[in-house]
């Protein structure tokens, strides 16, 4: 019975070892690895099979792809880290609020994941993407008028909330590789959009 219970529990350790010291990351995605002496590690470990200290480091995956970052009324933002958000209500330089709904692509620059990390966390969807976005769009709607927002100058309001949050991203180690809008909404009063113009 000793024998069986000991065979058990030798399984138990050498499998837990086991996967304390290897770390697998797939494609698209780099690992980050927190070391108990010395903090965030400088060096990402990009796909493949790596070595770490069991019980000493611990390892982060890190999505490297294209990320899409929607804005419409089906993200549930319940999980504060979904990437996406609610539309996104604005004022236009005449006065019109109207609710915006699109798409933001962005990536995470490998080389700066590490910081990405140590500065601001795992949680840098809710901290940084989300209030970014939100702010930059509505400021760079309220540089247009209601018609050119719906009609003629929307590829010109692409380039510029772009431009914006590039400016806001970069230095974080988050690449804006496009802003695509979809909807925009005309909000009377309280809350409910009465007309829409889509693409």
């Given at each position: 019975?000793?024998?069986?219970?000991?065979?058990?529990?030798?399984?138990?350790?050498?499998?837990?070892?086991?996967?304390?010291?290897?770390?697998?990351?797939p494609p698209g995605y780099v690992?980050?690895?927190?070391?108990?002496?010395?903090?965030?590690?400088?060096?990402?470990?990009?796909?493949?099979?790596?070595?770490?200290?069991?019980?000493?480091?611990?390892?982060?995956?890190?999505?490297?792809?294209?990320?899409?970052?929607?804005?419409?009324?089906?993200?549930?933002?319940?999980?504060?880290?979904?990437?996406?958000?609610?539309?996104i209500v604005a004022q236009t330089v005449?006065?019109?609020?109207?609710?915006?709904?699109?798409?933001?692509?962005?990536?995470?620059?490998?080389?700066?994941?590490?910081?990405?990390?140590?500065?601001?966390?795992?949680?840098?969807?809710?901290?940084?993407?989300?209030?970014?976005?939100?702010?930059?769009?509505?400021?760079?709607?309220?540089?247009?008028?209601?018609?050119?927002?719906?009609?003629?100058?929307?590829?010109?309001?692409?380039?510029?909330?772009?431009?914006?949050?590039?400016?806001?991203?970069?230095?974080?180690?988050?690449?804006?590789?496009?802003?695509?809008?979809?909807?925009?909404?005309?909000?009377?009063?309280?809350?409910?959009?009465?007309?829409?113009?889509?693409?």
């Amino acid at each position: 019975m000793s024998e069986s219970l000991d065979k058990i529990m030798y399984s138990f350790v050498v499998e837990d070892v086991l996967k304390g010291l290897f770390i697998y990351v797939p494609p698209g995605y780099v690992a980050c690895v927190y070391d108990l002496g010395r903090g965030v590690l400088k060096k990402v470990l990009t796909p493949g099979l790596h070595l770490k200290i069991p019980f000493w480091q611990k390892a982060k995956l890190f999505n490297t792809q294209t990320l899409e970052y929607s804005i419409n009324r089906k993200v549930n933002l319940e999980n504060e880290q979904s990437m996406g958000d609610q539309p996104i209500v604005a004022q236009t330089v005449d006065g019109k609020r109207i609710s915006i709904e699109g798409t933001v692509l962005l990536r995470l620059d490998i080389n700066q994941v590490p910081v990405i990390w140590q500065n601001i966390g795992e949680d840098f969807v809710s901290k940084i993407v989300r209030p970014t976005i939100r702010s930059r769009i509505r400021m760079v709607a309220s540089r247009y008028n209601h018609q050119d927002i719906c009609t003629t100058h929307r590829d010109k309001i692409e380039v510029d909330a772009k431009n914006e949050l590039e400016r806001i991203f970069y230095p974080r180690g988050i690449f804006v590789e496009n802003v695509l809008l979809s909807d925009i909404g005309h909000v009377s009063g309280g809350s409910k959009e009465e007309e829409r113009s889509e693409d």
